[in-house]
């Protein structure tokens, strides 16, 4: 499980001597201890020692001088201001809300009409981060041996053996589901579609973090109901406070909506103390508590995170609905997602049966198989590792090349960042000018509806870096210094 993972032992060290260099007990420009030494210090082998040190030069922390060895440099990243956090005593303003669709209609359309040579928009990793063959060959495999997959009709809530792999593995974020709790959905997307409609009718406020997964904002304009945008953290996530607010102050909030890790656009990691007071404040005020699971296993930490439903207790009834996908994680092309959704559940199931009826079966043993194996584990820790260096790597090449000013949190896992741009520059502009060239980003006025998210873009990490991306980057700082100077 996530729990017994551990990254590769050059990927450990390289953390202790980032450790060490953010701590300034190695300091920028002072020599690192040479190879022979490191293998000495930590017994390892010279392919070690040089993997350590390479990595840490990927990674922007050193350097390599003709003849002399690794010298510690400071990232440039380091220099940049970090994001504020929202003011505090903000309260939401449910006139704000204006709706995404037109927005979100307009991004694809621009998209559609461009030539895209670089795709910096999507939230994914590149396919051959993913697991695709052996997938595919127990996907296969099942076939082969099972062609009545094909003739017959598989169970609405999933296939058992799916359902308890994804079953058992909640326990390593101290949830304790049973298969039955469990229904196999098409994405998160579909969970989340399924949550809402169980908990609110057409008219209904949801509370949603701000900003947030913009597809999140059209599940709920599509179903009718309104979204009241919470302030939150670039670091601990949704306001506790401002949420308190504004369930004492409005009373047609049905539910709240969170993403506590690597929230989606911020990067955002909710501290375990905030999701236990979140669950209490739901419970009082009897609104659903809907927690989107899409990132965990990005998270990079020796120990899976708690998930909110582990708080949820049986005397509050089931009041969290846990929403998770393998979307991001496994495989982009399977749109595998699941449900736990507490006392909701059987609306839930019927709503399901109404809406798509059951998720095809082949995929779900696909997925089931090999994440019953320890090749699932490996394949994370594998996928984590890549997306550690990718992320340093593009922050590296934000600090270096866009104008001075611009500032990001570096999230501790995940596959975006999330960039204010300074001055109050135009993501839009920045958007038009970068699309021009082939370039597609995603603007902030894509994640609120609210003007406040205008000068923010995201940038996904999910491609490993080469002289393209950089490439790439370069040119994205080069549109937003010209931006900036024309403003
Ligand atoms: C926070 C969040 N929730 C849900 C989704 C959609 O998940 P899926 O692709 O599994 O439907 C995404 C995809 O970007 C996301 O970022």
Not at 78 to 92: I, S, T, V
Not at 209 to 224: D, H, R
Request: overall charge positive; glycine content about 8%.
């Amino acid at each position: 499980m996530h729990m017994s993972t551990t990254p590769p032992l050059y990927r450990r060290l390289a953390t202790h001597y980032r450790g060490a260099i953010e701590a300034g007990s190695l300091r920028p420009g002072e020599r690192m201890p040479s190879l022979r030494n490191l293998m000495r210090l930590h017994d390892i082998s010279l392919s070690t020692a040089l993997q350590l040190c390479r990595t840490l030069e990927s990674d922007g922390w050193a350097e390599a001088r003709d003849r002399s060895g690794y010298f510690v440099r400071q990232p440039k990243r380091l220099r940049m201001a970090p994001m504020d956090e929202p003011p505090a005593g903000q309260r939401p303003d449910p006139a704000q809300y204006v709706g995404i669709h037109a927005r979100v209609s307009a991004f694809v359309a621009q998209r559609r009409a461009a030539e895209i040579k670089l795709n910096l928009s999507i939230a994914r990793a590149a396919p051959q981060l993913y697991p695709a063959e052996a997938l595919r060959s127990g996907m296969s495999r099942a076939l082969r041996l099972r062609p009545e997959l094909l003739a017959g009709v598989p169970p609405l809530q999933g296939d058992p053996a799916f359902r308890a792999v994804l079953a058992k593995r909640t326990l390593a974020a101290g949830m304790t589901l049973a298969p039955e709790d469990v229904l196999v959905t098409n994405g998160c997307i579909e969970a989340l579609n399924l949550a809402l409609r169980a908990v609110a009718k057409p008219g209904d406020t949801i509370a949603v973090e701000s900003p947030t997964f913009y597809g999140l904002l059209q599940v709920l304009e599509s179903l009718g109901l309104r979204a009241l945008e919470i302030p939150t953290s670039p670091q601990t996530g949704l306001s506790i406070e401002a949420l308190d607010l504004a369930l004492q102050t409005y009373d047609d909030i049905k539910a709240v909506v969170v993403i506590p890790h690597l929230q989606n656009p911020l990067g955002s990691v909710m501290p375990d103390a905030h999701k236990q007071r979140l669950v209490r404040l739901c419970e009082r005020h009897g609104i659903a508590l809907i927690e989107d699971d899409t990132y965990s296993e990005l998270l990079d930490v020796d120990s899976a995170p708690r998930a909110i439903k582990s708080w949820d207790k049986a005397s509050a009834n089931g009041n969290v609905i846990h929403c998770a996908s393998l979307h991001k994680i496994l495989a982009p092309g399977m749109r595998l997602g699941w449900i736990a959704a507490g006392r909701w559940q059987p609306r839930v199931e019927m709503l399901k049966y109404a809406q798509t009826r059951n998720n095809e079966v082949l995929s779900q043993i696909g997925a089931g198989e090999f994440m019953a194996t320890g090749a699932y584990d490996r394949h994370l820790r594998r996928l984590r590792t890549a997306l550690a260096g990718q992320r340093e790597r593009t922050a590296e090449a934000i600090a270096r090349y866009f104008p001075a000013g611009t500032r990001l949190n570096l999230p501790n896992g995940g596959l975006q960042l999330w960039v204010e741009l300074p001055g109050g520059l135009s993501s839009e502009r920045l958007f038009d000018a970068a699309l021009r060239e082939g370039i597609l980003v995603a603007p902030g006025w894509l994640f609120s509806n609210t003007a406040r998210t205008d000068h923010f873009l995201r940038l996904n990490c999910g491609w490993p870096y080469d002289d393209a991306l950089d490439t790439g980057l370069r040119r994205l700082g080069a549109l937003a210094a010209g931006s900036t100077r024309s403003d």
